[in-house]
Structure formats: C-alpha cells, structure tokens
C-alpha cells in the first residue's frame, strides 16, 4: 500500500499557510483598535472557546481533502452528547457511579464514528452526493438526540454527570490536551502518512487515484468515519464544559465548520489541505467573533463579516484552482 | 509546515485587504464603544440574550439598551441563537473584558451553572432575566415574575364575570410545557383562582401545549367537541390565542365580551396580539409580566452590586393583571401595548 501510496503524485501543498499573515493582521488591527482585546483573559477566552471547533475543523479536513463535504458534523456533536449523557447523567441513571469512568466518553466517540461511517458507506460505496447524505444524516442525528433525551428525562437536557467527565471537557488544560493532541494526530495522519496521501489523490481526482490502486472506498468512508469522531471529541469538551448533555450543543457551528477549514487553505474542491492552516482559521474566527462582540456588533452583523469572509476564501479557493492542474 | 510553500503574493494581499478592513472596522465601533466610557468608571455590562425571535426578548433587549444609555452604562451584548456553548463563549468574552455585571436570558436551568460559575470566579454579579437556573449553590439573582400570583389575579377577573352572571362556568385551561417552572406557577395559579371561586368554575378540561401551536390548537379543538359548552378559557400563554380564536371562530363563539354567548377568556404574557384582542373587544384579561420593569430592575442590581451591596438571590416581579376595566389605566406599562403601537395596530 505504501509504495502505491509513493507512487502517487503529490498535489500541491501550502497554500493555507497564506492564512497565517491573515491571523498576525487581525490580531495587529484587533489589539490597536478593540478596548479589551489583548488581554491575557481575553485571549484564553479566544483560546478556549476555539478548542471544540479545533476538533471539528480536525475532522473535516479529512473529508474535504477527500473531495466531500460534511453537513452533519454539528448535529453529530448533539447525538454523541446525548449518547454519553443516557449512559453518564444521575438523572437518568442512578447507578451511573458504577460504570467505568471511560464508558461516557468511548460511547460518545463510538456513536460519531459510527455516524461517519452511515456517512461513508453511503457516500463511498453506494457513490450518493455528499451534501445529501451528510445533510440527511444529520437532521436524522438532530432529531433523534432530541428523542432519546426526552423519552430519558422528560426533559430536553441531561445534568448531573460525573465529576471526572465534567472535569475531562471543563478544565482548560484537560480540555486543551485533548483537541491539541488529537489535532496534531490529525495533521500527523493526512501529512505524513500514507493514507493522507491516498486521501489527497482521492480528492484530487479519484479515477486516476482508482487506476494507481487506491482503495477508493475504503479511504472516503475513513474520511467521514474520522469526522464523526472527531465530531465526537468536541462533545466531549463542550458537554463537560458546559455540565449538560444537550442535543442543541455545537448547533451554530457549521458555519464557522466550513468557513475555519476553507479560510485554512483547504479546497472546497478536494486534494489540497493541511489541518494546522484550518486551526489558524479556526484562531481567526475566533479572535473576530470575539472582537466583534467586544465593538458591541450586532449579531447579525457578526454573522454577515463571516460570511462575507468565508465566501472571499472560497473564491480565492476558486480562482487559484486551476494553477494546481 | 513548511514556511517557504507560503506563496507570499497571496498572504501579503490577504494580509494588506484583512489589516485595512478590520482596522477600520475596529476604529469605527471602538470610537462608538468607548464614547460613552469616557467618565469617571462608568459600569460596563454584558447582556447574554439565548434568542430574540419573540417580541417578548425584543422588547426586554430594548429596554436594556435604552435603560442602560439612560444610566451612562455601556453595554455589551450578544445572541446565542439558542447555543448554549456561543452562549458561554460570549460570557468569557464579557469576563475578558473585565465587565462589572452580567445580565442572562439562558437556554435552560441547566446549561446557565457553569457560566455563573465562571462568572462567580471572576467575583462578576449575574443577573438571570425571566429564566431562573436550576438549583445551585453558585449565588446569582434571579428576577422572574410571580406566574402564579399574576395568574391567579387574572383568573379572578372571569370569576368575578361569573358570578355577576349569576350562574356556573365550565372551564378549559391550556396548559404550558410542564417541564417548565413558568408553565408549572401559571397552572397552580389558575387552580387556586378556581378554588377561590368557591365552586363557581368547575375544570372540564386541562389541555397539555408543551407550548406548541399546533399541539395547542388540536388539544382545544378535541376540548370543545367533548365539551360544547365551555364558556371559559384561560391560556398559559399568549402566543396560543390565535389558536383558541381559530377553534372558537369555526364554532360561531368568537364573540366581544358584550355580546352575547361570548366565551370568558385569558391569557399570560401580555403580547402585542393580546393587546390587540383587548382593544377590540374579545379578549377579557391578560398577566403582564412587566418585562420594563424587569430589565430596569436587572441593572438597577448590577449597579447597586458595583458599589457593594450584595445582589439579593430572587427579585419577584409582581406583574400584574390587565382586564377590559383597567386596560386605560394600565396600558402603558403593558409591553404587548408599547409594540403594538409602536407597529401602528390599534
């Protein structure tokens, strides 16, 4: 596998680390014009508050490299929270203490992987649209979140859950660890392996890659299988931080999702994309969310700039797209 | 993570169209921002909204910002459109920022802990709006209103109809999502009016709304084909009069208080659909929550907090009820009849 991975032709890489002078100017304009802004506390406020979509930009990456998209990465983040509270929450199980410790968290990454690969089965072997499945599959993972808590607890959130838990996803450090780790696996796995490699060539163009001996299939559905994990892991710390297993956490995040990664440098396109631009786009989200609240922007306002950003990115993703071929 | 693959064409224009716009961005609304910051410490605050999609957060919004101006406040504030986790992000935001207080409209009961909890390790007050938390050893206040006592007013009002009338009413509530401590104070509220009654109103049905429309409009339908002859209905909440309005209608019973087989009615909220029902004659009362003085009061605590006063755990507002008697007298303080007007209805 390696030497048809070898033989593969490397696409161009590093275009997102054009998004690294994107992130220096609007900490240079945001710290000379935004009272507040370069605090130390509001800074770990930036910082914190970009860990879960850190892991959810991780996650898809992969897919988008792979040429795909995923819609149902947010809607994921809701179902794993559930799936971990039924099993964690004292308000639903009242011998919850006697469960291992792990048993929240690995349900919880099982029941997103588990989603990705709804996801890649029907995207990578059954050849359906991505948007489609993925949009699908999510409002399908919505709604049924919102059935489980409520045949549960009657309730449309979960609380009470243990300690530990709380402490893995509330804790900065703990929580810090966690998406650093697994975001530095991720740009490890889609760099500086061979099915990063086998993932770029599917991506770029899946006859050809087909032809070389890639397994095609295989490859696409372990893109999305890693989103739904990923999409998990931000569970994790959004649930512990937050004390409450809830279908409705990460439910605005798409956007930020999609614009994070394609402001990194990844091709909405497939073939080209590193996860270390789409944590900078993720840090450049964060710091103007963060200052355009501080300037006292209307919401709507703040949804329109990233917006309008994120469509900038992806006709510059665009236009630069044919000097790769 | 090679640094030579940048290509520095597109970063330094990326850089030099970002630096230009955001700049200006920010010395526009810093200018704007830090206008009213120019006295000696003024308070500064934070207002964390879960939504704004009813007239209802709207209205409270508004008052916060106009009571905040007023008051030489500068206020911070952002939406969640019903996140919890954007929600808790813009608190760090206003803990960042060094705010002197906090004013929260949460999601739920639940999510709310942890964000007044980093709020207490910032020694920065919180102030709940209409929505208490669940229980908590995290001091904050809450200022809510008193459902049942509100309710309990407004129901008096029809009973005090029925027994001018002379005879018995066959009685029908909506009842709200009884998940939710508003629902739950507005329910006990109407029992204890009907027993207050003294056996003048007898209950002939209790319709579950988890405050959903459609549920609202099935549920009272299937009530008055089981019972004909209700000629009382108290609604948990406002937003569900249109339902009752539509199901009355196609019975040929939606009519003005003084005519005949008019059918006793009340709701809870004070909305501007309320308002309207009022002035023209269909609708015999309604609880005001005072969201005015609520969000008046939110600040008052906050500033009384800034120069050391401890904030007292629960501010009740005592809302009140507006009936077809006392609709000119109390109109004004009614934020349905503000709105209303404000729209240009009646």
Same mark, same amino acid.
């Given at each position: 596998?390696?030497?048809?991975?070898?033989?593969?032709?490397?696409?161009?890489?590093?275009?997102?680390?054009?998004?690294?002078?994107?992130?220096?100017?609007?900490?240079?304009?945001?710290?000379?014009?935004?009272?507040?802004?370069?605090?130390?506390?509001?800074?770990? #406020?930036?910082?914190?508050?970009?860990?879960?979509?850190?892991?959810?930009?991780?996650?898809?990456?992969?897919?988008?490299?792979?040429?795909?998209?995923?819609?149902?990465?947010?809607?994921?983040?809701?179902?794993?929270?559930?799936?971990?509270?039924?099993?964690?929450?004292?308000?639903?199980?009242?011998? !919850?203490?006697?469960?291992?410790? !792990?048993?929240?968290?690995?349900?919880?990454?099982?029941?997103?992987?588990?989603?990705? !690969?709804?996801?890649?089965?029907?995207?990578?072997?059954?050849?359906?649209?991505?948007?489609?499945?993925?949009?699908?599959?999510?409002?399908?993972?919505?709604?049924?979140?919102?059935?489980?808590?409520?045949?549960?607890?009657?309730?449309?959130?979960?609380?009470?859950?243990?300690?530990?838990?709380?402490?893995?996803?509330?804790?900065?450090?703990?929580?810090?660890?966690?998406?650093?780790?697994?975001?530095?696996?991720?740009?490890?796995?889609?760099?500086?392996?061979?099915?990063?490699?086998?993932? *770029?060539?599917?991506?770029?163009?899946?006859? !050809?890659?087909?032809?070389?001996?890639?397994?095609?299939?295989?490859?696409?559905?372990? #893109?999305?299988?890693?989103?739904?994990?990923?999409?998990?892991?931000?569970?994790?710390?959004?649930?512990?931080?937050?004390?409450?297993?809830?279908?409705?956490?990460? *439910?605005?995040?798409?956007?930020?999702?999609?614009?994070?990664?394609?402001?990194?440098?990844?091709?909405?396109?497939?073939?080209?994309?590193?996860?270390?631009?789409?944590?900078?786009?993720?840090?450049?989200?964060?710091?103007?969310?963060? #200052?355009?609240?501080?300037?006292?922007?209307?919401?709507?306002?703040?949804?329109?700039?990233?917006?309008?950003?994120?469509?900038?990115?992806?006709?510059?993703? *665009?236009?630069?797209?044919?000097?790769?071929? | 993570?090679?640094?030579?693959?940048?290509?520095?064409?597109? &970063?330094?224009?990326?850089?030099?169209?970002?630096?230009?716009?955001?700049?200006?961005?920010?010395?526009?609304?810093?200018?704007?921002?830090?206008?009213?910051?120019?006295?000696? +410490?003024?308070?500064?605050?934070?207002?964390?909204?879960?939504?704004?999609?009813?007239?209802?957060?709207?209205?409270?919004?508004?008052?916060?910002?106009?009571?905040?101006?007023?008051?030489?406040?500068?206020?911070?504030?952002?939406?969640?459109? &019903?996140?919890?986790?954007?929600?808790?992000? +813009?608190?760090?935001?206003?803990?960042?920022?060094?705010?002197?207080?906090?004013?929260?409209?949460?999601?739920?009961?639940?999510?709310? =802990?942890?964000?007044?909890?980093?709020?207490?390790?910032?020694?920065?007050?919180?102030?709940?709006?209409?929505?208490?938390?669940?229980?908590?050893?995290?001091?904050?206040?809450?200022?809510?209103?008193?459902?049942?006592?509100?309710?309990?007013?407004?129901?008096?009002?029809?009973?005090?109809?029925?027994? +001018?009338?002379?005879?018995?009413?066959?009685?029908?509530?909506?009842?709200?999502?009884?998940?939710?401590?508003?629902?739950?104070?507005?329910?006990?509220?109407?029992?204890?009016?009907?027993?207050?009654?003294?056996?003048?109103?007898?209950?002939?049905?209790?319709?579950?709304?988890?405050?959903?429309?459609?549920?609202?409009?099935?549920?009272?339908?299937?009530?008055?084909?089981?019972?004909?002859?209700?000629?009382?209905?108290?609604?948990?909440?406002?937003?569900?009069?249109?339902? =009752?309005?539509?199901?009355?209608?196609?019975?040929?019973?939606?009519?003005?208080?003084?005519?005949?087989?008019?059918?006793?009615?009340?709701?809870?909220?004070?909305?501007?659909?309320?308002?309207?029902?009022?002035?023209? &004659?269909?609708?015999?009362?309604?609880?005001?929550?005072?969201?005015?003085?609520?969000?008046?009061?939110?600040?008052?605590?906050?500033?009384?907090?800034?120069?050391?006063?401890?904030?007292?755990?629960?501010?009740?507002?005592?809302?009140?009820?507006?009936?077809?008697?006392?609709?000119?007298?109390?109109?004004?303080?009614?934020?349905?009849?503000?709105?209303?007007?404000?729209?240009?209805?009646?």
């Amino acid at each position: 596998m390696t030497s048809v991975a070898s033989a593969l032709p490397w696409p161009r890489v590093g275009a997102g680390g054009s998004v690294a002078p994107l992130c220096v100017a609007a900490f240079a304009a945001f710290a000379l014009t935004v009272p507040g802004f370069a605090t130390g506390t509001n800074i770990e #406020a930036v910082l914190i508050a970009a860990l879960p979509l850190l892991l959810l930009v991780s996650g898809q990456t992969f897919v988008l490299v792979s040429g795909g998209i995923d819609l149902s990465a947010t809607a994921v983040v809701g179902l794993a929270s559930v799936a971990g509270g039924l099993v964690m929450s004292h308000d639903v199980q009242p011998g !919850a203490g006697g469960l291992p410790p !792990a048993a929240g968290p690995v349900l919880m990454v099982l029941t997103g992987a588990l989603a990705g !690969a709804v996801n890649g089965v029907c995207i990578g072997a059954l050849r359906m649209p991505a948007f489609m499945v993925t949009l699908t599959v999510g409002m399908f993972s919505g709604g049924l979140a919102v059935l489980l808590v409520r045949l549960a607890a009657d309730t449309e959130t979960l609380f009470n859950l243990p300690r530990a838990f709380v402490a893995l996803g509330g804790t900065p450090l703990a929580a810090g660890l966690i998406a650093g780790v697994s975001a530095l696996a991720a740009e490890v796995l889609l760099g500086g392996t061979a099915f990063g490699r086998m993932l *770029r060539a599917v991506g770029y163009n899946a006859r !050809a890659a087909r032809t070389s001996g890639v397994p095609v299939v295989a490859v696409t559905a372990a #893109a999305y299988v890693l989103s739904g994990t990923f999409a998990a892991l931000a569970a994790v710390l959004l649930t512990g931080s937050l004390e409450t297993a809830s279908p409705a956490h990460g *439910r605005t995040l798409l956007l930020d999702v999609i614009g994070a990664t394609v402001i990194g440098g990844t091709s909405l396109s497939g073939g080209r994309g590193q996860v270390w631009g789409a944590a900078l786009g993720v840090l450049f989200l964060g710091m103007l969310s963060n #200052a355009l609240t501080l300037l006292n922007v209307s919401d709507f306002a703040v949804t329109i700039v990233k917006g309008g950003l994120i469509l900038v990115a992806a006709i510059v993703d *665009r236009a630069i797209r044919p000097l790769r071929a | 993570m090679s640094w030579s693959k940048v290509r520095p064409a597109r &970063g330094g224009v990326w850089f030099a169209m970002v630096a230009a716009g955001l700049a200006a961005l920010g010395c526009v609304s810093g200018e704007r921002g830090e206008r009213s910051g120019s006295a000696a +410490q003024p308070l500064k605050i934070g207002v964390a909204f879960e939504t704004l999609q009813t007239e209802f957060w709207v209205a409270a919004l508004d008052t916060l910002r106009q009571e905040s101006t007023k008051r030489g406040i500068t206020m911070l504030q952002a939406v969640a459109d &019903g996140d919890p986790s954007k929600q808790f992000e +813009q608190v760090r935001t206003f803990l960042g920022r060094g705010v002197d207080g906090i004013i929260l409209v949460p999601k739920d009961g639940k999510t709310v =802990i942890p964000m007044i909890r980093a709020a207490n390790a910032a020694k920065v007050p919180v102030v709940l709006l209409n929505r208490p938390a669940d229980r908590t050893d995290a001091p904050h206040t809450t200022i809510a209103p008193d459902n049942a006592a509100i309710t309990r007013q407004t129901v008096a009002y029809l009973a005090e109809r029925v027994k +001018q009338s002379g005879r018995k009413a066959k009685a029908a509530i909506l009842l709200g999502d009884l998940s939710d401590i508003n629902a739950i104070g507005r329910r006990d509220g109407f029992e204890a009016a009907v027993r207050d009654a003294g056996g003048a109103i007898d209950v002939v049905a209790r319709v579950p709304t988890e405050w959903n429309q459609e549920r609202a409009l099935a549920g009272f339908q299937s009530a008055m084909q089981a019972h004909p002859d209700i000629d009382l209905v108290f609604t948990s909440s406002d937003f569900m009069l249109p339902s =009752i309005k539509s199901v009355l209608s196609a019975m040929g019973r939606w009519k003005k208080v003084d005519e005949a087989g008019h059918v006793l009615l009340a709701g809870f909220d004070g909305d501007p659909t309320a308002y309207t029902m009022m002035v023209d &004659g269909y609708l015999d009362a309604t609880g005001v929550q005072d969201v005015f003085w609520e969000a008046r009061q939110a600040i008052t605590v906050l500033e009384q907090a800034k120069r050391g006063t401890s904030a007292p755990a629960r501010v009740d507002d005592p809302g009140f009820a507006i009936t077809q008697q006392n609709m000119p007298m109390f109109a004004d303080r009614m934020w349905g009849a503000v709105m209303a007007r404000q729209s240009h209805r009646p």
